[in-house]
């Protein structure tokens, strides 16, 4: 069956440092794959999608990569802030249903 | 160009009461989702529509769970006879036609059965 696997544990970084979140997948041939950030009590809210073609997207401080050998994404924050922790989620995409299926989410808590 | 709006943001109900979330899309936006977060989970998916049609109800309850996308007016997702178990979050998100594409979120609605 098709399964996302994130790290459930939270990641606790240095402010300024670079953060790195993972995401792995199975059984799934995904044409692309979205991240998105999610606060608490809030909706999630789109930041990056990387087609299987692109190795590595940027925006801003955000970059991604995306391995489909590997069957897996990178998502760095460089020069992380207080302000950037939250819950991330990944969502890799087929061709299939339209719906998106979400990995369980990493909590990045950046300290000052 | 407003986002996407889901009302009420809270809402209470006792057992075997009925529950209605409504949610607004995106201008512009013809594709409705739902999910449910249940607390301490992840986003599950639930149902997908386009106006006047369900088109994938997969992830949706058997029972006492349905939904609508009327030609006028907001989604609704409608869970009669609630009980404690359906208390989580329910997102509504919208997102444009096309093959690649990203999905906009509302708020949420926060169910809880009492």
């Known amino acids: 069956s098709q399964k996302i696997e994130q790290n459930s544990e939270a990641l606790n970084i240095q402010e300024g440092k670079t953060a790195t979140l993972t995401c792995n997948y199975t059984?799934?041939?995904?044409?692309?794959l979205q991240w998105y950030r999610q606060d608490p009590g809030r909706g999630p809210v789109f930041l990056l999608l990387i087609r299987e073609n692109e190795k590595e997207k940027r925006k801003e401080r955000l970059k991604v990569t995306f391995d489909t050998t590997l069957k897996q994404s990178l998502f760095h924050i460089t020069a992380s802030q207080p302000a950037d922790s939250a819950t991330y989620l990944c969502a890799p995409k087929d061709t299939g249903r339209r719906a998106l299926t979400f990995g369980s989410g990493t909590r990045l808590q950046v300290q000052p | 160009n407003a986002g996407v709006m889901q009302n009420p943001r809270h809402l209470v109900r006792r057992r075997g009461q009925e529950a209605r979330l409504r949610c607004s899309p995106m201008k512009g936006h013809s594709h409705v989702y739902w999910y449910r977060q249940l607390p301490e989970e992840g986003l599950k998916f639930m149902v997908y529509?386009?106006?006047?049609?369900?088109?994938?109800e997969s992830g949706m309850p058997k029972e006492r769970f349905s939904a609508e996308f009327p030609k006028e007016g907001p989604s609704i997702l409608r869970i009669q006879q609630v009980v404690r178990g359906d208390s989580a979050a329910y997102f509504c998100?919208?997102?444009?036609?096309?093959?690649?594409?990203?999905?906009?979120f509302g708020p949420g609605t926060r169910l809880t059965v009492t």
């Open positions: 059984n799934y041939s995904p044409a692309y």
């Open positions: 998100a919208s997102s444009p036609p096309g093959t690649v594409y990203e999905q906009y």
């Open positions: 529509l386009q106006k006047e049609n369900i088109i994938d």
